[in-house]
C-alpha cells in the first residue's frame, strides 16, 4: 500500500511539473485526445482544469469560437502573470481538428463550450458554463471559474486605446465645425436636431446594447451539425447581438411610422401628400409592430398575443 501511494504521488508530481512547464510557455495549454486522458480524465489529479472546445479552423467558419478564444486568452494570461498565480487550475483547449475523438467522448456536438474538470470526481452540471445565458466575456468567465474552484482572477486587458483616440477625433471635429460656424450657431437651437439626437440615444440604450456591453454574448449563433444560423437567441434570458441591432431598426421603423402619421396630421402640405404620408405611417407601424411582437413571442414561449403576424 506504501509502495503504491509513493508511486500516485510520483506520478501526481510528474503531471503537475509537466502542466506547469506548459503553462510557462502558453497560458493556454493546447491538448489532443492523448493529452486529454493522460492529464485530465485520468488520476491522480489534484488540480482543476478549465477547458474550452472550440473549433478555430478557417474551414469550420466559427466566428463566434474566435471571438471566445480572445477573451479566454485574457482570462488564462489574467491567471497565469498575476501574482497569486498556482498550480491549483490550468486553462486549456481542444481544438475539434486536433482532438475530435475528445468530442465523441463527451458526446458535444457544439462549439465553443466551456467545461470545468474538478481534481476528483466527474464534472456535475454547473460545471459547464451557460455560454448563451452569460456570453463569453472574460469578466463573466472569472466569476464562474471563481464559482467552481475559489480561485478569484482579476482580468486584465491589454490596453485599448481606439476608444480614446474615436472619441478625441470626434470631439475634435465637433469642435472644428462649431469652430467654422462660430459666426452662425443658430444649428445648436434647431429642435429638430436635438430630437433627432436624442430619439437616436433612445434607440440605442432601448434596443439592448448596454446588456452587450456587459455581458459579451456572440453577434449570432451557428449550429455546427446543420449549418444553420440563429440570430434571435430563443431564451427571454439572453439575446445575441445581431437581435439587438434587429430590434433596433424595427423600433426606428415604428418610430418612423409615428413622425408619418403626426406630420401628416399637423402639415401644411397638400391633401395628396399628407395621404401618402398617412398611409406610410401606418403600413410602417403595423408591419414592424408586428415583427416585432412575433419576436418577443419567440423569446415568451406562451405569450398568447399576436398581431398580423402568427
Known amino acids: 500500500l506504501q509502495l503504491m501511494l509513493c508511486v500516485l504521488q510520483t506520478l501526481l508530481s510528474e503531471k503537475?511539473?509537466?502542466?506547469?512547464?506548459?503553462?510557462?510557455?502558453?497560458?493556454?495549454?493546447?491538448?489532443?485526445?492523448?493529452?486529454?486522458?493522460?492529464?485530465?480524465?485520468?488520476?491522480p489529479r489534484?488540480?482543476?482544469?478549465?477547458?474550452?472546445?472550440?473549433?478555430?479552423?478557417?474551414?469550420?467558419?466559427?466566428?463566434?469560437?474566435?471571438?471566445?478564444?480572445?477573451?479566454?486568452?485574457?482570462?488564462?494570461?489574467?491567471?497565469?502573470?498575476?501574482?497569486?498565480?498556482?498550480?491549483?487550475?490550468?486553462?486549456?483547449?481542444?481544438?475539434?481538428?486536433?482532438?475530435?475523438?475528445?468530442?465523441?467522448?463527451?458526446?458535444m456536438n457544439s462549439a465553443p463550450t466551456f467545461l470545468h474538470f474538478p481534481p476528483k470526481g466527474k464534472p456535475r452540471r454547473t460545471d459547464t458554463y451557460e455560454l448563451q445565458v452569460r456570453g463569453f466575456a472574460a469578466e463573466q468567465l472569472a466569476r464562474w471559474v471563481a464559482d467552481r474552484t475559489d480561485v478569484q482572477i482579476r482580468v486584465i486587458r491589454p490596453p485599448n486605446y481606439a476608444g480614446p483616440l474615436l472619441l478625441g477625433f470626434l470631439l475634435a471635429v465637433i469642435g472644428g465645425l462649431a469652430y467654422l460656424r462660430r459666426h452662425n450657431l443658430e444649428f445648436l437651437f434647431n429642435k429638430n436636431v436635438w430630437a433627432f439626437s436624442a430619439l437616436c440615444f433612445v434607440l440605442i440604450m432601448t434596443s439592448g446594447q448596454m446588456w452587450n456591453h456587459i455581458r459579451g454574448p456572440p453577434y449570432a449563433h451557428k449550429n455546427p451539425s446543420t449549418g444553420q444560423v440563429?440570430?434571435?437567441?430563443?431564451?427571454?434570458?439572453?439575446?445575441?447581438?445581431?437581435?439587438?441591432?434587429?430590434?433596433?431598426?424595427?423600433?426606428?421603423?415604428?418610430?418612423?411610422?409615428?413622425v408619418l402619421l403626426c406630420e401628416a396630421a399637423t402639415s401644411?402640405?397638400?391633401?395628396?401628400?399628407?395621404?401618402?404620408?398617412?398611409?406610410?405611417?401606418?403600413?410602417?407601424?403595423?408591419?414592424?409592430?408586428?415583427?416585432?411582437?412575433?419576436?418577443?413571442?419567440?423569446?415568451?414561449?406562451g405569450y398568447p398575443y399576436s398581431f398580423l403576424l402568427s
Open 16 to 43: 503537475v511539473t509537466q502542466m506547469m512547464e506548459w503553462a510557462s510557455k502558453r497560458s493556454v495549454i493546447r491538448m489532443n485526445g492523448d493529452k486529454f486522458r493522460r492529464f485530465v480524465k485520468a488520476p
Open 46 to 107: 489534484n488540480y482543476s482544469v478549465v477547458i474550452m472546445f472550440t473549433a478555430l479552423q478557417p474551414q469550420r467558419q466559427c466566428g463566434v469560437c474566435r471571438q471566445a478564444d480572445e477573451e479566454f486568452q485574457v482570462l488564462a494570461n489574467s491567471w497565469r502573470y498575476s501574482s497569486a498565480f498556482t498550480n491549483k487550475v490550468f486553462f486549456a483547449s481542444v481544438d475539434f481538428d486536433e482532438g475530435s475523438d475528445v468530442f465523441q467522448m463527451l458526446n
Open 230 to 258: 440563429s440570430y434571435i437567441h430563443g431564451s427571454s434570458q439572453a439575446q445575441f447581438v445581431a437581435e439587438t441591432h434587429i430590434v433596433l431598426l424595427f423600433n426606428a421603423a415604428v418610430t418612423m411610422g409615428m
Open 268 to 301: 401644411d402640405m397638400d391633401i395628396g401628400k399628407r395621404k401618402i404620408m398617412c398611409v406610410a405611417g401606418i403600413g410602417l407601424v403595423m408591419l414592424f409592430f408586428s415583427w416585432l411582437l412575433s419576436i418577443f413571442r419567440a423569446k415568451y414561449h
